[in-house]
C-alpha cells in the first residue's frame, strides 16, 4: 500500500480518505458510460488547504490525481484511467456571497448550478448558463469543462461568466487569477485558460461569478414539422428577423418518437422535428416578439405551433426537450452521446448526412440538440452487445463517419461535452500537430511530472 493514504488518512480523518472497494464504486464512473475506473483513494476535500494537501503530497509521492465535481461529465474527464486519487469537491458546497451590487457570485466548486440559478433569482439576478444536468452538476465542473446548455445561444457558455477563479497547481501552489471587477485586462487570459482545461491545469476551489439582472419575462413556443430541413428554415428566419432567443432548440424525428409515451404535450404521429425557441426580456415587447417567431416557422411550414400561456405550460412543453436523453438512454441498452458542433448554416445537411451514417452502420440515430448554436447531440443507440467485437467496430465506424462528416463541414468534435478519453484519439483530425503540441508544452509546464488528470484530452 501506497505511504501516501495512510498520511492522507492521518491529515484528514479517515471518513475523509475512501480506500474500500464499495465506496470507491461511485467514483469509478460518470455520465459518459466508460469504466469502470476504480481509484486507489477517493478524497473528499473540503477545503481550499486540504485540496493543496492533496495536491502537495501527490505530487511529492508522483501519485496521480481526478478532480471531481459530481461526476456528471460525458466523455469520463473525471475517470481514474492512470489509478491513483479521486480528488473530489463535492462537500464544498457554499455559496459565500451574492452580490447584487457588483453582479457577481462568489462560490464554492461543489455548488450545484441549479442550486445557484435559484439563489439568483431569489435576490432578483440570474445566472444564465444551463447544461442539461443543472440539477446535479456542481459549478467546478462547469468551469472544467466550459460547459454550455441551450440558453448559451443568446447568453454563452460558463466561460462567459467566470471573472475570477482559486485554483490550486499540482505541488500545492494557490492561484488567484482574474477579478471582481466588471473588466480587466491585466496580464494573460489565465481564467480562459483554465476554463475548458478539462481538470488537467488545478483543481478551483473557488469562483467568482459574473451575474445579470433577471429578466422580466420569458415566452417560448413549440413548433412541430414534417422534416428538419424546414425546421432548419424555421431557426434560420427566426434570427433573420433579428431576433435573439435565449435558445432555440431542435428535435429529430427518432427523439421525437422515443419522447412521445412520457411527454405532456401530445407530439402528433408523424411529427419530424421540433423546434422549441425561447425568449426572455421586457415582459411589453415579448408577447410580439414570441408571436412573429411563431409566425416565422408557419412561413417555414410547421404543421403546428403552440405558445405557452403560461409559466407552468412554458415548463411542461420544455420537460419534452429535458427528458430526451433520459428517454433515450432507457429506451436502449447502448447509448452514446456526441456533441458536434457545425456551422449554422451545415445543420440540415448534417442531419442528412447523420441519417446515412446510421443506414450504413446499421444503427439508430437520434438527434436533438442546441440547433441555434449548431450544437447538435447526435445519439448512437443498440440493443445489441456493445462490446462485441463486431458491434463495437459498427459503433466505432459510426463515430468516425460523424466526426468526419463535422469537420468536413467546418465544425468541431465538441460544442460542450469536452474531449476527455472519449474523443482523444480524434483530436488529429481537428487540430493540427503544432497546435497539440504547445496545448501539451503548457500542461507540463504547469504540471511537470504530468499527474493531474493524466491521459486526457490529448492521443496518448
Ligand atoms: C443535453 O443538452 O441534453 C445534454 O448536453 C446532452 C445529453 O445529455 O445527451
Ligand atoms: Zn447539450
Redesign the pocket.
Known amino acids: 500500500m501506497r505511504p501516501i493514504f495512510d498520511i492522507l488518512a492521518r491529515e484528514l480523518g479517515t471518513a475523509k480518505v475512501l480506500r474500500d472497494e464499495a465506496r470507491l464504486e461511485a467514483y469509478a464512473r460518470d455520465?459518459s458510460g466508460l469504466g469502470p475506473y476504480p481509484p486507489e483513494a477517493a478524497v473528499l476535500c473540503d477545503s481550499v488547504e486540504e485540496i493543496q494537501l492533496v495536491l502537495r503530497l501527490a505530487d511529492e509521492h508522483r501519485v496521480p490525481v481526478v478532480p471531481r465535481g459530481l461526476g456528471t461529465g460525458?466523455t469520463g474527464g473525471a475517470l481514474a484511467t492512470h489509478g491513483g486519487i479521486v480528488l473530489s469537491t463535492e462537500r464544498m458546497q457554499r455559496i459565500k456571497e451574492i452580490d447584487p451590487a457588483d453582479l457577481v457570485a462568489v462560490v464554492e466548486p461543489g455548488v450545484i448550478t441549479g442550486v445557484l440559478q435559484d439563489a439568483a433569482e431569489a435576490a432578483g439576478l440570474f445566472y444564465p448558463p444551463d447544461?442539461?444536468?443543472l440539477a446535479m452538476c456542481s459549478l467546478g465542473g462547469n468551469v472544467a469543462e466550459n460547459a454550455?446548455?441551450?440558453r448559451a445561444f443568446k447568453y454563452g457558455v460558463t466561460r462567459e461568466y467566470v471573472i475570477g477563479l482559486e485554483t490550486v497547481l499540482m505541488g500545492g501552489t494557490r492561484l488567484r487569477p482574474g477579478r471582481r471587477t466588471a473588466k480587466g485586462v491585466t496580464g494573460y487570459d489565465v481564467v480562459g485558460l483554465f476554463c475548458g482545461s478539462e481538470g488537467t491545469f488545478g483543481v478551483s476551489s473557488e469562483i467568482t461569478l459574473k451575474l445579470l439582472p433577471k429578466p422580466q419575462g420569458v415566452a417560448l413556443l413549440l413548433a412541430v414539422f414534417a422534416d428538419p430541413v424546414k425546421a432548419g428554415e424555421a431557426i434560420t428566419a427566426i434570427i433573420r428577423k433579428g431576433y435573439r432567443p435565449r435558445a432555440l432548440e431542435l428535435m429529430d424525428r427518432a427523439s421525437i418518437d422515443h419522447v412521445r409515451p412520457k411527454a405532456t404535450y401530445p407530439i402528433p404521429v408523424g411529427a419530424g422535428a421540433i423546434v422549441i425557441c425561447e425568449l426572455d426580456g421586457d415582459e411589453a415587447a415579448l408577447a410580439p416578439a414570441v408571436e412573429r417567431c411563431a409566425q416565422a416557422c408557419d412561413e417555414s411550414g410547421a404543421t403546428e405551433v403552440v405558445i405557452a400561456a403560461d409559466e407552468a405550460q412554458r415548463r411542461r412543453l420544455w420537460e419534452t426537450?429535458?427528458i430526451?436523453?433520459p428517454s433515450?438512454r432507457h429506451a436502449h441498452r447502448y447509448k452514446v452521446?456526441e456533441?458536434i458542433c457545425v456551422p449554422r448554416s451545415a445543420i440540415a445537411e448534417m442531419l442528412r448526412r447523420v441519417d446515412k451514417i446510421g443506414a450504413r452502420h446499421d444503427l439508430l440515430m437520434a438527434t436533438?440538440?442546441?440547433a441555434g448554436d449548431g450544437n447538435l447531440?447526435v445519439?448512437v443507440l443498440t440493443d445489441e452487445d456493445h462490446r462485441e467485437a463486431a458491434v463495437a467496430a459498427r459503433i466505432q465506424g459510426a463515430l468516425g463517419d460523424i466526426f468526419k462528416d463535422t469537420l468536413s463541414l467546418r465544425g468541431t468534435l465538441s460544442g460542450?461535452?469536452g474531449i476527455g478519453i472519449a474523443k482523444q484519439k480524434y483530436m488529429p483530425w481537428e487540430q493540427a500537430p503544432e497546435l497539440i503540441e504547445v496545448q501539451k508544452k503548457l500542461k507540463l509546464t504547469l504540471d511537470p511530472k504530468n499527474l493531474l488528470n493524466p491521459g486526457k484530452i490529448f492521443p496518448t
Do not use: V, W
Request: no cysteine.
Open positions: 455520465e460525458m447544461p442539461a444536468s454550455g446548455g441551450p426537450r429535458r430526451t436523453s433515450l452521446s456533441d436533438f440538440g442546441h447531440h445519439n460542450e461535452h
